[in-house]
């Protein structure tokens, strides 16, 4: 061959061979490796306990039509087919237990006249005092669950009143988290048909043709909660929802990668698809599915793509989080973690902090930003609710 053409040819081989590896790139492997998180397994005896506050603001919801009767009918009758005993109550300065029978005489029997026959100090109800009681009776196996109207009654200067109030319903759930580490909250605004007396403090007032908002209380080991969430559905109680909080300890994410072993062409990026469980937060999808709620330990070459439910049935996981990965030859020990907001915005939308101007807070209840916010507090270090690790290696 011409020498004067070999060089040319060689020189044009070489830079093609340049240009496919460019295209192609070294096919390097990365390797994803985790330690296994064990989903836990509990004790299938659950204690529900099913507490009704009798006082005399809550008449009014036991009207003929009242959607309050109907929605705790559905959903506690769904939440008894899960649990080994249970136990109904009237609430107001005292607990009241419920002797005539059956789940569904305890309905019949929502009325005033059956709440007033039930005795207790109807006309001045401390919720401070009502969540002290509950949680005095509350076990590491019991699932609480209080239907209330949660108005604060005012008789003193309102702004000292919220604001003990906050601090004692902080002290009950602090106290309660010592006992049991695991314990989870679930605060289920609704709303319900409304005839009669209005009351807050010494304030009244006679309404009708109206919907006032009501509220479900679930107190439990967050385990349990999230087992009772996935069979009895908190979106379908009957009439629907208006919005919905709650409060878990933080601990171990169980997760899985399904894909392990990925290869990295030349737009050096990679996806992961991580099947985590994270029911036991006791989040509802609009927290769980919003990607700022997650936090990558390395923001410039890791990514939340999506976060989608787990529908199979009979799956130990709740959640795929879809990540993706720049040149992750360079990464090592990594981690994604996720957190729940430390207080919904519809809580305080939902507060009335006056307690005299019902004609322009129909749908408002005074006092419920300081019983909500009293729990956030003994929370507000477990809104980082849990981390999951794994590390890359080059294979």
């Known amino acids: 061959m011409n020498k004067k053409l070999f060089i040319p040819i060689a020189l044009c081989s070489v830079i093609v061979v340049a240009v496919i590896m460019t295209i192609i790139g070294h096919k390097n492997k990365i ?6 998180v064990a989903v836990p397994t509990l004790n299938d005896s659950i204690e529900l306990k099913v507490y009704v ?10 009207c003929s039509g009242s959607n309050l009767k109907d929605a705790v009918f559905d959903y506690i009758s769904d939440l008894k087919k899960y649990s080994s005993s249970d136990s109904l109550f009237y609430i107001n300065s005292k607990r009241i237990p419920y002797k005539n029978g059956t789940l569904e005489a305890y309905i019949k029997d929502l009325t005033p006249q059956s709440f007033a026959k039930a005795g207790g100090n109807r006309s001045n109800t401390d919720l401070r005092n009502i969540f002290s009681m509950i949680m005095d009776a509350h076990e590491s196996n019991t699932v609480s669950v209080l239907i209330s109207d949660c108005i604060l009654d005012i008789p003193q200067s309102s ?6 109030c906050q601090v004692h319903i902080k002290n009950v759930f602090n106290n309660a988290l010592a006992k049991n ?20 403090g010494k304030n009244r007032k006679k309404l009708s043709g109206i919907k006032r908002p ?7 080991d967050q385990r349990i909660l999230a087992q009772l969430n996935k069979s009895v559905k908190v979106d379908n109680i009957i009439g629907g929802i208006k919005n919905y909080s709650a409060y878990a300890s933080k601990q171990p994410i169980p997760f899985t990668i399904e894909k392990s072993t990925f290869k990295v062409n ?13 029911s036991a937060s006791l989040q509802n999808g609009l927290v769980t599915k919003n990607l700022g709620n997650y936090k990558v330990s390395n923001p410039s070459q890791m990514t939340i793509l999506s976060v989608q439910d787990v529908n199979a049935s009979g799956s130990k996981y709740s959640h795929v989080i879809e990540f993706e990965v720049t040149n992750p030859e360079t990464l090592r020990e990594e981690n994604i973690s996720f957190s729940y907001p430390y207080l919904d915005s519809w809580v305080e939308a939902a507060n009335d902090s006056t307690g005299t101007d019902i004609d ?15 729990v956030a507090e003994a929370y507000k270090n477990h809104t980082n609710y ?6 890359l290696k080059n294979k």
Do not use: R
């Open 386 to 391: 849990g981390t999951v690790f794994f590390s």
């Open 53 to 62: 506050e009798n006082s005399g603001s809550m008449d009014a919801y036991m």
């Open 159 to 164: 702004t000292d009143y919220f604001g003990n």
């Open 214 to 220: 009501y509220y479900i209380w679930l107190i439990g």
């Open 181 to 200: 580490p695991y314990l989870g909250v679930e605060i289920i605004q609704l709303e319900s048909k409304f005839e009669g007396f209005w009351f807050c």
């Open 266 to 278: 030349h737009t050096k990026k990679i996806k992961v698809e991580l099947v985590t469980d994270l």
């Open 31 to 36: 390797k994803i490796e985790w330690e296994e």
């Open 360 to 374: 322009n807070n129909i749908d408002k209840t005074t006092g419920i930003l300081s019983l909500v916010k009293g």
